[in-house]
Nanobody, 121 residues
Framework: QVQLVESGGGLVQPGGSLRLSCAAS????????MGWYRQVSGKQRELVATITSGGSTNYADSVKGRFTISRDNAENTMYLQMNSLKPEDTAVYYC???????????????WGQGTQVSVSS
């Protein structure tokens, strides 16, 4: 069994900052690309940022220069530092990870349960 647990969401004023965390646990042999996605009710889930096991990053244009994705491979944890937050950043943020559970298993993508981020004055 593999679990991804997000934390760090909340309510913040425009211009403020939040730091999201995603901790992976369970039967894990190796974690490959990890990412953050977000979804507003009634809309499709969208990519926010991804990071490979080697540290290469990719960002949606809407968050470039404001958000920073990082990971601690030793702790199986990923982070999203969100600065200069805008009301349009309001969404449920989901953690995603491509995980191999054993040397002989395939790689599967897992999702966390999501954490709400609300940006409002």
């Amino acid at each position: 069994q593999v679990q991804l647990v997000e934390s760090g969401g909340g309510l913040v004023q425009p211009g403020g900052s939040l730091r999201l965390s995603c901790a992976a646990s369970g039967s894990i042999f190796s974690i490959y690309t990890m990412g953050w996605y977000r979804q507003v009710s009634g809309k499709q889930r969208e990519l926010v940022a991804t990071i490979t096991s080697g540290g290469s990053t990719n960002y949606a244009d809407s968050v470039k220069g404001r958000f920073t994705i990082s990971r601690d491979n030793a702790e199986n944890t990923m982070y999203l530092q969100m600065n200069s937050l805008k009301p349009e950043d309001t969404a449920v943020y989901y953690c995603n990870a491509a995980i191999m559970r054993s040397p002989s298993s395939a790689i599967f993508r897992y999702w966390g349960q999501g954490t709400q981020v609300s940006v409002s004055s």
